[in-house]
């Protein structure tokens, strides 16, 4: 099962060092624009998802939980609905 099907995802080689970079966009602008706790707390659970990415693979579902550290570094941007 291919994650998402109408997108074409590059050969992955292990002699390469970097084989992917990830672009993405941030309601701040950019990575570096926004406050440095939540960039801190994307790169922690980047590390997350990498340690443990036998349960982020394409077709597993069981989410990974955030670690204490990044609900604290976030919690002071969370929009709580009542």
Same mark, same amino acid.
């Given at each position: 099962?291919? #994650?998402?099907?109408?997108?074409? #995802?590059?050969?992955?080689?292990?002699?390469?060092?970097?084989?992917? %970079?990830? %672009?993405? %966009?941030?309601?701040?602008?950019?990575?570096?624009?926004?406050?440095?706790?939540?960039?801190?707390?994307?790169? #922690?659970?980047?590390?997350?998802?990498?340690?443990?990415?036998?349960?982020?693979?394409?077709?597993?579902?069981?989410?990974?939980?955030?670690?204490? %550290?990044?609900?604290? #570094?976030?919690?002071?941007?969370?929009?709580?609905?009542?």
């Amino acid at each position: 099962m291919q #994650l998402f099907p109408d997108v074409d #995802l590059p050969a992955l080689s292990p002699r390469r060092i970097a084989p992917v %970079t990830v %672009t993405f %966009t941030v309601g701040y602008g950019g990575i570096d624009e926004g406050p440095p706790a939540i960039r801190q707390a994307i790169l #922690l659970m980047v590390g997350d998802m990498f340690r443990f990415r036998e349960s982020a693979a394409p077709g597993a579902f069981n989410a990974i939980p955030m670690s204490a %550290t990044v609900e604290a #570094l976030i919690a002071p941007y969370r929009r709580v609905l009542v």
